[in-house]
């Protein structure tokens, strides 16, 4: 059905910066939204930053004012572009889209890239 493949994670000093990707593939009509969300050592997944089908973003507190997100709907990919990145940013990112289903919404997970921030 959908596929989703997230790109760009590495290892970055503190202070550095990283562009994440998230290529989708498969049968997409419509979107409710996009996200990011990321999984530290041991810690839950939280969320990162989603953008809504209508450009709408919203931020984790802790990464406000750093992190960006957008999309490219012709190449079906997301982005999240990370600067002045801090050790406690690693973590394994994962790419989320929801799409709509009777209920509400169904929602599909990329395996996850790595994040790695030194000190």
């Known amino acids: 059905q959908v596929q989703l493949g997230e790109s760009g994670g590495g290892l970055v000093q503190a202070g550095g910066s990283l562009r994440l990707s998230c290529a989708a593939s498969?049968?997409?009509?419509?979107?409710?939204?996009m996200g990011w969300y990321r999984q530290a050592p041991g810690k839950q997944c939280d969320v990162v930053a989603f953008?809504?089908?209508?450009?709408?973003?919203d931020y984790a507190d802790s990464v406000k004012g750093r992190f960006t997100i957008s999309r490219d709907n012709a190449k079906n990919t997301m982005y999240l572009q990370m600067n002045s990145l801090k050790p406690e940013d690693t973590a394994v990112y994962y790419c989320?889209?929801?799409?709509?289903?009777?209920?509400?919404?169904?929602?599909?997970w990329g395996k996850g890239t790595l994040v790695t921030v030194s000190s």
């Open positions: 498969g049968s997409i009509f419509s979107i409710n939204s």
């Open positions: 953008i809504t089908s209508g450009g709408r973003t």
């Open positions: 989320n889209v929801r799409v709509p289903s009777p209920v509400g919404g169904m929602d599909y």
